[in-house]
């Protein structure tokens, strides 16, 4: 126990040394991770005596990472985007796997395992490129979202290629009874999918929500994704299969923002194991004895890949440096190929060689892949500050406006909202209003908006304003400094009960603090003049006149504080 908890220790302070490192670089927290493993793995350092059991724990990153895809791969949002996601996503993939699937055979690699390896390589790398695009402010640009269409259907091509997995290393393939068997497995798979989200997940997670527990509704989500991988490995195929079957059950549920707050922190810290678990696994001496083919193998990969992907760009109606740009963004190999390479390698379908040789090509693809953003940023000074747009794509933004709680009052703003066609997001903790409004149509989430992961799985991270009619002050507070902290930029707009709280509110950093009860009082007064036979004319005078004084000593914090 004592030399596990060493080598936890270990990978930690490698880790916290080597990631910012590369951050600081732009080279990516990927890449950190890879080499903090590399230097404390036996081809350096040797300071991990079991690479064997970090390996295992790390799988669980995996399973996790699995399953936020599945809850991101939303069939709205493919439908929206299916043009370039099925069209240009597909012939990605067919084409670029197709092509290295021929080089790998003709490189001496078994038929079966050149099958695995060339779709396997065609994959990019969805956390080091959104990652990219993120930091350099071009996910909304024409290139940014063709690049995450390309994604989006890589992702999704990594299920049926972890199936495909156990099929090629049976001793004898045969295609009428295997496949059939794969056939009735799929089937099976997407029957409860269907029947586990309607009927089976959604009113457990019900139940769970109106504990008021966020300890129970935490063990509920890692319960979700660990049972359901669990359950698909006794059947025979894979964890990272099952989790993901667990995303897609919950991508449309009403809980999914709360559910992937709860699951990040786990997925962030375990799916780092998992690339640090690679590079510990990575042997240098297989680069330093022949360092000419690998870097011939890795120029291959990137030329190929590259060069394939940009006329297909170019036929879907991109500009010739557009076309470029997303083909330079996703030449290299990614994370989904480390993971396939490594259960390949564990089910026998791929030598130790072999996998050693892919190992070192896919992390020196990612090692170059911000120099290949660079250039294509380069290319594109015009394009990338979001002028271009793509039809039929769904903008990152989930919604300009985010409702921090739908009571009574938020209902209100979202029914004016709705009425003249202004899209809006509403985050609520009662559960049983969540399942009310989301049945009247609103898009009202379950999460708790005092957590920052919620807001950013609601797309907050990007809103314009944020509306807060929560009925608790503390709350309020909370989310209101926080807020003000991430989002200097961002118009908040805060509810409050009197005077004295919405001046503290304006300290605290509301753009606007609005008052209840002096609203009620003015309506109040309003109908009460109306009733007297005073002239509407003087009714509007006095109010407005009221209303602005009010406000005024409101704002008065700001000019005392100055």
């Known amino acids: 126990m004592v030399t596990y908890l060493s080598d936890i220790i270990i990978l930690l302070i490698a880790a916290v040394i080597a990631v910012p490192i590369f951050q600081t670089l732009k080279l990516g927290a990927v890449s950190g991770f890879l080499v903090a493993g590399v230097i404390v793995g036996s081809s350096v350092l040797g300071l991990i005596d079991k690479p064997e059991e970090i390996a295992h724990l790390s799988e669980i990153g995996v399973v996790l990472l699995l399953f936020v895809i599945g809850i991101e791969l939303k069939p709205s949002r493919l439908w929206l985007m299916r043009r370039f996601v099925f069209g240009l996503g597909s012939l990605q993939l067919l084409v670029t796997g197709a092509v290295l699937t021929g080089l790998a055979y003709y490189a001496g690699a078994s038929l079966r395992a050149a099958i695995l390896i060339g779709p396997a390589l065609a994959l990019s790398s969805t956390a080091f490129v959104l990652q990219l695009l993120t930091e ?56 409860v999918v269907i029947l586990g989200g309607r009927y089976f997940l959604n009113p457990i997670l019900h139940r769970v929500a109106m504990s008021d527990s966020p300890e129970v509704f935490t063990a509920s989500a890692v319960l979700i994704v660990l049972g359901t991988a669990l359950i698909t490995e006794r059947i025979g195929l894979s964890m990272a299969l099952g989790s993901f079957i667990a995303g897609l059950l919950i991508s449309d549920s009403s809980y999914r923002h709360q559910i992937m707050a709860e699951i990040q922190p786990f997925r962030g810290l375990l799916l780092g194991l998992f690339f640090m678990s690679m590079g510990m696994s990575l042997n240098l001496n297989y680069f330093f004895d022949n360092p000419e083919i690998t870097l011939i193998l890795l120029a291959t990969l990137i030329i190929f890949k590259v060069g394939l992907l940009w006329p297909l760009a170019y036929l879907f109606g991109l500009k010739g440096k557009t076309a470029l740009a997303v083909a330079l963004v996703l030449g290299q190999s990614g994370e989904f190929a480390m993971v396939l390479f490594a259960l390949a390698n564990e089910s026998g379908l791929l030598s130790e060689n072999v996998f050693q040789q892919l190992l070192l090509v896919v992390l020196l693809s990612m090692l170059v892949t911000p120099a290949l953003a660079m250039f294509s940023q380069l290319l594109l000074q015009s394009h990338v500050k979001g002028k271009d747009t793509i039809e039929n ?144 004319i003087d009714q509007r005078l006095v109010l407005d006149n009221f209303r602005r004084s009010y406000h005024a000593q409101i704002n008065e914090v700001k000019k005392d504080n100055s």
Do not use: W
């Open 136 to 191: 350099r402010k071009a996910l909304n640009s024409s290139y940014g979202r063709t690049a995450f269409a390309i994604l989006l259907l890589q992702d999704l091509a990594v299920v049926p290629l972890l199936a495909l997995i156990p099929l090629l290393s049976m001793p004898e393939l045969s295609i009428g009874k295997d496949i059939g068997i794969a056939l009735a497995e799929s089937l099976f798979i997407l029957t």
């Open 393 to 536: 794509i769904e903008a990152m933004i989930q919604a300009p406006i985010v409702i921090a709680g739908f009571g009574r009052v938020g209902n209100r703003i979202g029914d004016v909202l709705s009425i003249i066609g202004q899209s809006f997001v509403a985050l609520d903790l009662d559960a049983d209003r969540v399942e009310m409004e989301r049945a009247n149509g609103h898009p009202v989430f379950y999460g708790d908006v005092r957590q920052p992961e919620v807001l950013r799985a609601a797309g907050a991270s990007e809103a314009k304003i944020m509306i807060i009619t929560i009925n608790d002050m503390q709350a309020t507070e909370q989310l209101l400094i926080s807020l003000r902290e991430t989002r200097p930029d961002m118009s908040i707009f805060v509810r409050g009960h009197d005077l004295n709280q919405c001046r503290y509110l304006k300290e605290l950093g509301a753009t606007v603090a609005i008052s209840e009860n002096i609203e009620a009082s003015l309506e109040l007064a309003r109908v009460a003049l109306k009733e007297i036979g005073v002239k509407e």
